[in-house]
């Protein structure tokens, strides 16, 4: 395909100013988040005195957050809107960092994990946002150009981050990233609020009602409730090593925090360059093959960075795990292109929230205690035993997503978005 074509297509998603200053605000977090954050697991090792076990108890105190902010963050955005919960949750964002920057020990940590997993209550709303916004008969492509995007930083920061970690040390490194992640957050809170535009009409400031109840998922079709399951076992999955895989190549493959931080960038230009092949491979050929090619390759490549004894074998086993999430997601949480394109192919806008947060919070149920077990996993047996048992765990998301996920037909999805289109037509010609 053309260039000229893609421009196109990047300037159809890109029209819409929703989906404009969402990723660009975005990618400006990301650009400073993504300079540190590689570096944080060690930093709290060497530095403020973590375990592993220590490391992976954050962790998962952060995801316990997760599970208890997540719906009432979805169901918060379905019943009054998305723009209010974006921006407060955006403004909440400044007290890890500013907390991580004062720390004197890891148990400090503790509290602003706290804190980064009440940030998940905007999660809902904001995926939900993107959904509304994107062209319903190219949102496969409209996902593409976005993650394309949003990953941009991968390419920059992470390379800048390990230089400036090898040529100043972690603790004035990490200083410097620190105050500049709490600068640009209070910005990007004052752009969401100028800039984002509300998606769905809210219903009457009655009190909330809404709670979970089982109904949210055994009320949704067979493809949406294997989904949900396939996402809580990925994230048992990804949650064993997700904290550790840095740790692993600086601690026990001995690279250099520059080595780490090519790698990332690498597997960020390999992200940015297939995001938008990826999206339009969806939307001509369907969901489920991408997804598959995340959910099979991603747990093989923790098995190559287990046995990885060389800088090469695994920047090998991350290049062959960033080309496999362009396509379909399949990272420590559910997501990509793919994935996200099919559950808005799948539900209404008004619901989209909602099955994102029940979603977010069954998977961060069983992503809690993963972390742990992981490093206890590292410290009990081996540093290698968390990555392995993370890909037996991960083909099993696999299969269950091969055999219980039945996409819509082509024929079905352009029904269901001239539905769709028409009950909104006929409830703006009702409010006129």
Request: net charge positive; hydrophobic share 45%.
């Amino acid at each position: 395909m053309a260039i000229k074509e893609y421009l196109q297509m990047a300037k159809e998603v890109f029209s819409n100013r929703n989906v404009m200053s969402i990723a660009f605000t975005t990618m400006s977090y990301s650009l400073i988040q993504r300079a540190w954050n590689p570096f944080w697991p060690k930093y709290m090792k060497d530095n403020l005195g973590a375990s592993t076990v220590a490391i992976g108890l954050v962790s998962g105190i952060s995801t316990a957050e997760n599970m208890l902010f997540s719906l009432p963050g979805g169901l918060l955005a379905d019943k009054y809107g998305r723009k209010k919960i974006i921006v407060w949750g955006t403004l909440l964002r400044t007290l890890s960092p500013l907390i991580y920057l004062f720390a004197p020990s890891w148990e400090w940590i503790i509290l602003a994990s706290i804190f980064n997993g009440m940030t998940s209550i905007y999660m809902p709303a904001f995926t939900a946002i993107v959904a509304d916004s994107m062209p319903a008969r190219r949102r496969g492509t409209g996902y593409g150009v976005y993650n394309a995007i949003t990953n941009i930083p991968n390419i920059v920061s992470p390379i800048v981050g390990g230089i400036c970690m090898d040529a100043w040390g972690y603790v004035y490194g990490l200083q410097i990233f620190l105050i500049a992640q709490i600068l640009i957050s209070i910005i990007i809170s004052i752009v969401r609020y100028k800039y984002t535009e509300e998606t769905v009409e809210t219903r009457n400031r009655e009190s909330i009602r809404s709670k979970f109840n089982i109904k949210l998922v055994t009320e949704q079709s067979r493809p949406l409730k294997i989904m949900i399951a396939v996402a809580m076992i990925a994230s048992f999955s990804q949650r064993l090593v997700f904290d550790f895989s840095n740790l692993y190549a600086l601690d026990v493959i001995k690279i250099s925090n520059t080595q780490l931080g090519l790698v990332q960038t690498i597997v960020g230009l390999i992200m940015v360059g297939l995001s938008i092949p990826s999206g339009l491979l969806s939307d001509k050929y369907g969901r489920k093959n991408n997804i598959m090619i995340s959910r099979v390759t991603n747990p093989i490549t923790q098995w190559i960075i287990a046995y990885a004894t060389t800088f090469e074998l695994y920047a090998a086993g991350r290049l062959i795990n960033g080309a496999a999430q362009a396509f379909g997601g399949g990272g420590y949480q559910a997501g990509g292109p793919a994935w996200n394109a099919l559950i808005a192919d799948l539900l209404p806008a008004e619901k989209r929230a909602t099955y994102i947060g029940t979603q977010s919070t069954l998977t961060a149920l069983v992503g809690t205690p993963s972390a742990i077990v992981g490093g206890w996993l590292w410290e009990a047996f081996s540093p290698e035993m968390p990555f392995v048992i993370s890909g037996v765990v991960g083909l099993v998301a696999a299969g269950l997503f091969w055999w219980g996920v039945d996409e819509p037909s082509k024929e079905e999805k352009l029904e269901t978005i001239e539905k769709r289109e028409q009950e909104k037509a006929e409830r703006a010609k009702e409010k006129e």
